[in-house]
């Protein structure tokens, strides 16, 4: 069975900074577009906000604007993992965070259970 599970959530002060991880158990993991989205608490039934990609080779790396420079994401197709390194957080970053996957230039379909991250001022 195909799971993504997340991890690395928690509360931080404004500043501050986490690292999300995302472990894919799938057979092959070479071939899949990996990213992370994000849906804040306060609004349900909005679409998830796109974070980053990035490519089964680590190119093809995309953020949305309001985290450039701040966020990394980044992978180990060794292990199967994702990450996603945030710095300098901000409370507009709270959100409850998911890892997607997809396997071509098709919507992701893959999707973890989340993980929440709360950025106090």
């Known amino acids: 069975q195909v799971q993504l599970v997340e991890s690395g959530g928690g509360l931080v002060q404004a500043g501050d900074s986490l690292r999300l991880s995302c472990a894919f158990s799938?057979?092959?993991?070479?071939?899949?577009?990996m990213a992370w989205f994000r849906q804040a608490p306060q609004a349900p039934g909005t679409e998830r906000e796109f974070?980053?990609?990035?490519?089964?080779?680590?190119?093809?790396?995309e953020y949305t604007d309001s985290v450039k420079s701040r966020f990394t994401i980044s992978r180990d197709n060794a292990k199967k993992m994702v990450y996603l390194q945030m710095n300098s957080l901000k409370p507009e970053d709270t959100a409850i965070y998911y890892c997607?996957?997809?396997?071509?230039?098709?919507?992701?379909?893959?999707w973890g259970q989340g993980t929440q991250v709360t950025v106090s001022s």
């Open positions: 997607a996957a997809r396997a071509g230039n098709i919507d992701y379909y893959y």
């Open positions: 799938v057979r092959t993991f070479s071939g899949y577009t």
């Open positions: 974070v980053a990609g990035i490519g089964w080779k680590g190119a093809n790396i």
